[in-house]
């Protein structure tokens, strides 16, 4: 947890992140993580990866707009991406971020453009994740997950096992039976919300996941933790899930081993594939997720390749 805690304390210094910025993309170590800045870099990986016998997931990165003009933007290019993989034929979802869609300035906005999103997702045989964010959005993403999934069942919602609310919010959703993502959860949040230790947090991870398939979800287990991935295979086992009644999740770039692994162990292994201008914020997050890729970062950094 303190090198968690050092690289959350750098990412707020410009010193370190403006370099970051400027040659992440340029020299390459940024796309150990993200795809590209362009949708076609996205399309590009997500071909590729489902060419393989994965699935996959799109995301835009981007968080906390504050004006309509923007929010409506971001519905566009969401839209955007359902056509071009539709047009496509990939097999891959997308995640967006609610907060990208104005859930906080404006919630009424926000649920109108997820509707739209969802009912045109539905129209091109696809659908829609949820990402959940940090703790000041999780009551309104809630809220605003309930309303779109009453009405559409092509939506599923990630939470995030850290938090001590989410035992309580399963038990919200479970009448609903939706799909839900479980994640450990990537957000600097207060020991007054969140479990401070790591061994809490695993805990709560295998809590949750017991739940997830005893309670009628349909389980996404989003960890790139070994030991969890076989806790997960146990409980699945345990309640009769086959490989083909749940999935497993991970990150672009992220322990590329484990996932061709589950993939040739017949799982269905979904690939969360992030893209876009706005990548630093989502770049520090999976450093602080995992600091020994903090000196990957530098070495090259400073080899400048």
């Known amino acids: ?7 959350f304390w ?10 970051i910025a400027r040659t992440g993309m340029r020299l390459g170590f940024a796309r150990r993580f993200i795809a590209g800045e362009q949708l076609e870099d996205a399309l590009r990986a997500a071909r590729e990866l489902t060419g393989r016998g994965y699935v996959a997931m799109l995301n835009r990165l981007g968080e906390y707009v504050n004006d309509r003009r923007e929010a409506e933007a971001s519905y566009q290019n969401y839209l955007e991406m359902l056509t071009e993989l539709a047009r496509g034929q990939i097999n ?5 971020k609610p907060t990208q869609l104005g859930l906080l300035f404006d919630p009424k906005l926000c649920r109108e453009l997820t509707l739209k999103l969802v009912r045109e997702a539905a129209a091109r045989g696809n659908f829609v994740e949820m990402d959940m964010e ?6 309104a993403t809630l809220d605003l997950f309930e309303a779109v999934r009453r009405e559409h069942e092509n939506t599923g919602l990630a939470v995030q096992c850290y938090l001590y609310r989410t035992e309580k919010d399963l038990e919200r959703l479970k009448p609903l039976r939706p799909k839900i993502r479980l994640v450990k959860g990537a957000y600097r949040e207060p020991a007054t919300l969140a479990f401070p230790k790591k061994k809490q947090v695993d805990e709560s991870y295998r809590k949750l996941t017991r739940k997830l398939f005893s309670d009628g979800f349909t ?31 991970m ?3 992220v322990r590329r081993d484990l996932q061709e692994q589950l993939r040739q162990e017949g799982y269905r292994m979904r690939v969360y594939i992030p893209y876009g ?4 914020p989502y770049f520090m997050r999976r450093l602080a997720e995992r600091p020994a890729n903090l000196w990957f970062v530098l070495k090259a950094m400073l080899s400048g390749r």
């Open 1 to 7: 947890m303190i090198l968690r805690d050092l690289v």
């Open 134 to 139: 940090a703790s000041d959005s999780v009551e």
């Open 92 to 96: 891959c979802s997308i995640s967006i």
């Open 219 to 249: 389980p996404a287990i989003a960890t790139h933790d070994p030991k969890m991935i076989e806790d997960a295979k146990q409980v699945a086992r345990e309640h009769g899930f086959g490989p083909d009644r749940f999935e497993f999740q």
């Open 277 to 280: 201008t706005e990548w630093l």
């Open 10 to 19: 750098l990412s707020a210094k410009k010193w370190f992140t403006t370099p």
């Open 251 to 253: 990150i672009y770039g």
